[in-house]
T-cell receptor
């Protein structure tokens, strides 16, 4: 069982919809991440929150809006997405956002998003 | 700039055979290297990591990797493949400022009975 929980597992939305992806971890980690992954490709970093503050935004379009309500929760709000945004969205956490060597990433199982 | 090259996007082995997945890196600073595995319909899971301690690193599920600075390599091996090892394997290196992971393109491992 993964220690990072993502909901929903699957999501189908139209281009005019607004939806949110949720991620939760209870490992006391202080960094949380959103990644986007296309089939058979490595994950692409979207956002990093470190100590509940946005520390990295990889020039992600504004139709993706992250939110970190507290140290255990991470949301990704979606609005006016395009079909090319269809992908697996992975949440991850680590003990410390700036020290990969000592705090590897723990991934959830992802939300498979389809935009119609 | 840091980069990772995984040689062979697809590797196929027989059950019980040696698994060898290749990873070469380029780094301007001492690297921290990782292997992650992704089983179908799951997220990524850390197999093992190199962080400048022992050059031979043992991971989960019987996998190990050896850091060879002279060859800038961090190849992943397992003596005897199981059917359950079929998955996508990603090698990654930390960026120079240690703020990101640079990922290889992945190697898909198939295990034949």
């Amino acid at each position: 069982d993964t220690e990072v929980t993502q909901t929903p597992k699957h999501l189908v939305m139209g281009m005019t919809n607004k939806k949110s992806l949720k991620c939760e971890q209870h490992m006391g980690h202080r960094a949380m991440y959103w990644y986007k992954q296309k089939a058979k490709k490595p994950p692409e970093l979207m956002f990093v929150y470190s100590y509940e503050k946005l520390s990295i935004n990889e020039s992600v379009p504004s139709r993706f809006s992250p939110e970190c309500p507290n140290s255990s929760l991470l949301n990704l709000h979606l609005h006016a997405l395009q079909p090319e945004d269809s992908a697996l969205y992975l949440c991850a956490s680590s003990q410390d956002g700036a020290a990969y060597r000592n705090s590897p990433l723990h991934f959830g199982n992802g939300t498979r998003l389809t935009v119609t | 700039a840091q980069s990772v090259t995984q040689l062979g996007s697809h590797v196929s082995v027989s059950e019980g055979a040696l698994v060898l997945l290749r990873c070469n890196y380029s780094s301007s600073v001492p690297p921290y290297l990782f292997w992650y595995v992704q089983y179908p319909n799951q997220g990524l899971q850390l197999l093992l990591k190199y962080t400048s301690a022992a050059t031979l690193v043992k991971g989960i599920n019987g996998f190990e990797a050896e850091f060879k600075k002279s060859e800038t390599s961090f190849h992943l091996t397992k003596p005897s493949a199981h059917m359950s090892d079929a998955a996508e394997y990603f090698c990654a290196v930390t960026s120079g400022n240690n703020r990101k992971l640079i990922w290889g393109l992945g190697t898909s491992l198939a295990v034949n009975p």
